[in-house]
């Protein structure tokens, strides 16, 4: 099993990017978020990797975090959900969003996922429930709150308040949240800067 690969980006597609070790070119199949991230840098870069085998085919599908591999293992785990639809999950929903989509039963946020439809989410729910954690979910995202300190530290006022005006006029925290965060050009101090840009998002 190969379990991650370190080298250069040498070429890329809308879904997949080749990483060359050794001179050999591995094809990996990402998210969007994830590859444009990953075309940012410029030396090295290590990707997580999930290698699937079927009779016609072997791909490598590739994660920049442990967590989001984690989160990739459980989906496949899911009956009727292959290595494609879980993909599609996590790139229309992050690990966080999608733990506390789960753990809140929130069928809507998740049947946003190309290819997922109400009873899809709701059985994705119905099996992953016992297998995430409430105090797991939170530990997460305290952990990549960290890693983005300085950026979080300089917004996190204004957007908690935006937050939780959306989620009082009626979208679930999943929503407010990823809304509020794709609001980059408003001052972090300007909560109605911030509703406002949000509010298009949605």
């Known amino acids: 099993m190969i379990s991650f690969i370190r080298g250069k980006i040498v070429d890329s597609s809308e879904t997949s990017l080749i990483l060359e070790n050794g001179g050999i070119g591995y094809e990996i199949f990402m998210t969007g978020a994830s590859m444009e991230k990953a075309l940012r840098e410029k030396e090295e870069i290590?990707?997580?990797?999930?290698?699937?085998?079927?009779?016609d085919a072997m791909q490598l599908y590739g994660f920049l975090t442990k967590d989001d591999l984690q989160i990739?293992?459980?989906l496949l785990?899911?009956?009727g959900i292959g290595p494609k639809a879980a993909l599609g999950i996590l790139a229309a929903l992050s690990a966080d969003e999608l733990r506390f989509a789960v753990l809140s039963d929130d069928v809507k946020t998740i049947s946003r996922a190309p290819g997922i439809g109400?009873?899809?989410?709701?059985?994705?729910i119905?099996?992953?429930?016992?297998?995430?954690?409430l105090e797991d979910a939170f530990e997460a995202k305290l952990s990549h709150v960290e890693a983005d300190a300085d950026a979080e530290a300089s917004s996190f006022d204004g957007s908690k308040e935006a937050v939780e005006a959306l989620v009082a006029l009626g979208y679930s925290s999943t929503e407010a949240l990823r809304a509020v965060r794709k609001v980059?050009?408003?001052?972090?101090?300007?909560?109605?800067g911030i509703l406002k840009a949000a509010l298009k998002n949605l």
Not at 118 to 124: D, R, V, W
């Open 46 to 55: 290590k990707i997580h990797t999930y290698f699937h085998i079927r009779e």
């Open 72 to 74: 990739f293992r459980l």
């Open 77 to 79: 785990g899911v009956n």
């Open 118 to 124: 109400k009873k899809t989410a709701q059985k994705l």
């Open 126 to 133: 119905l099996e992953l429930k016992d297998k995430l954690k």
């Open 184 to 192: 980059t050009d408003v001052s972090p101090d300007d909560v109605e």
